[in-house]
């Protein structure tokens, strides 16, 4: 059988850089689906994207479905058969059902029944007659933000323009959003041109003779190349932000590095405020030397090639000027801040509508601070600091550079607030509060920022609670859950033994004060939120799943010792003995369940020795966890009970039939199964 | 070329490809798709084609004639064609050459940019366009005007009259530019820059906008329940520039401005919807006109 190579490309107006990897793969895994759904055998697949297109070029595609045998199963053998033993109407029927002739039928055995039964010769269709649909394939894709233009009705990333769809040299026949398929591409915006593609195999080179590298891998590394030309030939440092060369690679067809400088007084700025110029606005790497100072470079990625790059670079400099400008305006206007007067500007700011000002929100932060300081057993110094930070925390969101850069908040604060003499662990928690900002970011840098971050992430929380932001499904405007996850991350990163429950029930008493309808209630919906996290991130950890829900059933006393009894259990799975420990504690925690009212053990009661094995243990056991051990230690405790409670339950009756012994026997399970399901309910894992 | 001729060619270039040239509309507004000619006609299954230039008031960013980038008041070449044709970029890309912009000379890049409007109830899907890292124009898929979906949709340039004018002439402070032979902006907006901003920040008269505001929404409402469109958005756009002007003598908490917002945008989607109706109760004279003529075209 013949095989040919497959090329479809959906040129489109500029998609934006965000989207274009994800569009692409999907694409291409949906063609490839779409193959093996039809069984029509395939080689490799390469994948195409620039910003005006996105391409799947897919080697060797057969050029039809193979044959395939199927079999049919018609009525049974006495239906089949008239009195005379001829084929009956029902087999006559079906045999014009399946288009086969009377002859073709044979009998066939199916659970003591003979049936009819016929092999139909299927003949694989042409791919080529099949092909169409992948119109369909790609004009179903969903991307994150869609659009419709024209008169169309389908919904899309972009404008789509052009289709180039080819089966070896022959043209597929597609139709998206009423444009035609053809053997025609486009080059380069301006460089190139319209142009044939004669034979699937040929796109990329067709493309790169018209200034696109279609392969954005490539791009990326042709950039990456350019930049370490220049970093050599001008002796730079260009760190490489990831991010941006990715947006970068996809704002361009044909790249071409170049570099412009800016006037060195601007170097004055901050480091940040000069970055964010150049990355977030203008898309430009900024240029170190080797000691990692600021240079008064920057490098840019051109569209194109290298005529008139000089122009290019001249212009991109003007605009920078201009940026640059502005934001040292706004840095000198700055100098003159009253910190009293940013604060009072907080009251007119809306924090949010039912939930009051940042002022207001800010005066919470302080208090929530101070709180989860003195449970911390802070000195009062340390307190101070907290709450000093706390009142600071929003001040700089009134600055002109936030105003403008509204991503430096934090940064400018922390900044602003050293030049106006604040202490410097004030200055750092004003900046750290936001911390982690996002999930790989780290936690605040001091345990006074640690602070500050966990009031007003909790203070977040709790206010969005009381006023019914409750996160559901996909719903979480206020990313509710980030900020509960960075909770989670500080306490364990800290390692602070803060009980949750208690600590929130501060906390709604203090926004009770702005907000009266929060009260404990909330707890019903703020424990299992937090929870919810929990389990996300032991999971994320590669926890296994049953150890998870085995140590959330214990009570939530404090975050890192959740933590840390998961990881506790995931190391000692494999251990040989493993499944007997947890199948006598659990087995503890089991019977425990029976016991009624209050348990008081009496020794005096006992009948063999295991019985007073096990409450000698569970002496011992009470003592340590007295005086405080780790959870890995308690572990190996609980561990070395798994003999003695084998033996007690081999050679002991927990439910006597004397009802004073049976009573007894209980009381000294439920005690002991305090201490085990304190650390987890054994019963949720899964041994074998 | 002299910000003139810049206006001059694009009227040209727009005209040569169908727009209606219109010329700005007399009530105040802060951008050009605040005009009835946009807003308004975006709605609605009827084709419009049309050029104009915008000149667009921003309270808040004037900077009494001191600052080289920022205006009260700056100019917008406005382009709206509906249905967005498919050459749209071309065209685009070809206004620029006449401006003497050769893309093979420039970095020319268009750059995701999503555009919402929350007091009109508009949105887009677009780009801005780079001209060698500078913001030239917003180029943009209304998909929604008013708060009803555009069907069919519309595409809307934005020229920053401005901006592309210090490129082209190649100066570092917008009154520096030359606006025709002999004038400067300075020669003409000077004096206005400056007494627009004093009046915004500092003379203007609170009580007196407020009651404004009140009035205009009242005249708007009254107007919109007698089906007469054009009135009540007139008075729609004077409530706009009146609460812009409250904004920029920071006479409007934040509290008050999403109310202030809410109150407006309650009206554009109220007149988005009467205009609609109104068209429809002439049949949507223009869509039937075109019928008429592609009729008699195929007939001939």
Known sequence: MGKRNLLLEIGLEEMPARFINDAMNTIGSRITGWLLEHNIDFGDVTLFSTPRRLAVLVKDVAESQPDTVEEAKGPAKKIALDEEGKWSKAALGFCRGQNVAPEDLYFKDIKGVEYIHVKKHIKGKPAIELFPELGRLAESIHFPKSMRWGNNELRYVRPIRWITALFGTEVIPVSIAHIQSSNKTFGHRFLGEQIPVLAAEDYEKVLLGQYVIADSSERKSAIRDQLERLEEEKGWKIPIDEDLLEEVTNLVEYPTVFHGGFDERYLSLPEEVLITSMKEHQRYFPVKDQHGRLLPYFVAVRNGDHRHLETVARGNEKVLRARLSDADFFYQEDQKLDMGEALEKLKAIVYHEKIGTLSQKVSRIRHIAGMIGRRLEFGENDIQKAERAAELSKFDLVTHMVGEFPELQGIMGEKYARQQRESEEVAMAINDHYKPRHAEDSIPRSAIGSVVALADKLDTIVSSFAIGLIPTGSQDPYALRRQAAGVIQILTGQGWDLSLNNMLKDIIKIVQKDLPQADEQLLNDLLPFFKLRIRHMLLDSGIRHDLVEAVLESEVHSVPQLIEKASVLNRHKEDPDFKETIEALARVLNISGKAEGDARVDPSLFENEYEQNLYSCFLELEESYKAGTGMESRFEELASLRKIITDYFDHTMVMAEQAEQKKNRLAQMKKLSAYIGDFADMGKILVK | ?300
């Open chain 2, 1 to 300: 070329m002299n910000i003139q001729e810049m206006i001059l060619v694009l009227q040209k270039h727009w005209s040569n490809h169908g727009c209606i040239l219109m010329q700005a509309y007399d009530v105040e507004k802060g951008a050009g798709t605040m005009s009835p000619y946009t807003f308004l006609r975006a709605i609605g299954p009827e084709p419009w084609n049309v050029a104009y230039v915008e000149p667009s008031r921003r309270p808040a960013d004037g900077r009494y004639g001191e600052n080289p980038n920022r205006l009260y008041q700056h100019h917008q070449f406005q382009v709206i064609m509906k249905p967005s044709p498919p050459n749209i970029q071309d065209l685009y890309l070809e206004s620029l050459k006449l401006l003497g912009i050769d893309p093979l000379q420039h970095d020319i890049r268009f750059v995701e940019d999503n555009w919402e409007n929350p007091s009109l109830g508009c949105a887009g899907l677009g780009w801005e366009v780079w001209l060698d890292g500078m913001e030239i124009t917003q180029f943009t898929y209304f998909q929604q005007v008013g708060g009803l979906d555009c069907k069919p949709v519309s595409v809307e340039l934005t020229y920053g009259i401005e901006r592309l004018a210090s490129y082209i002439q190649d100066t570092e402070n917008v009154f520096d530019l030359e606006w025709t032979n002999g004038f400067t902006y300075r020669d003409i907006f000077f004096q206005p820059e400056y007494e627009h901003s004093k009046y915004a920040f500092e003379t203007s008269d609170k009580d007196m906008l407020f009651n404004l505001f009140t009035i205009f929404e009242q005249e708007a409402k009254r107007q919109m329940e007698l089906g007469l469109v054009h009135p009540a958005y007139d008075y729609i756009l004077k409530c706009s520039h009146v609460f812009n002007l409250l904004d920029a003598r920071g006479a409007i908490s934040v509290t008050e401005r999403t109310a202030y917002i809410g109150r407006m945008r309650s009206m554009a989607r109220q007149v988005a919807k009467t205009f609609y109706e109104e068209r429809e109760k002439l049949g949507f004279p223009i869509l039937k006109q075109l019928e008429k003529e592609e009729e008699e075209n195929g007939q001939a």
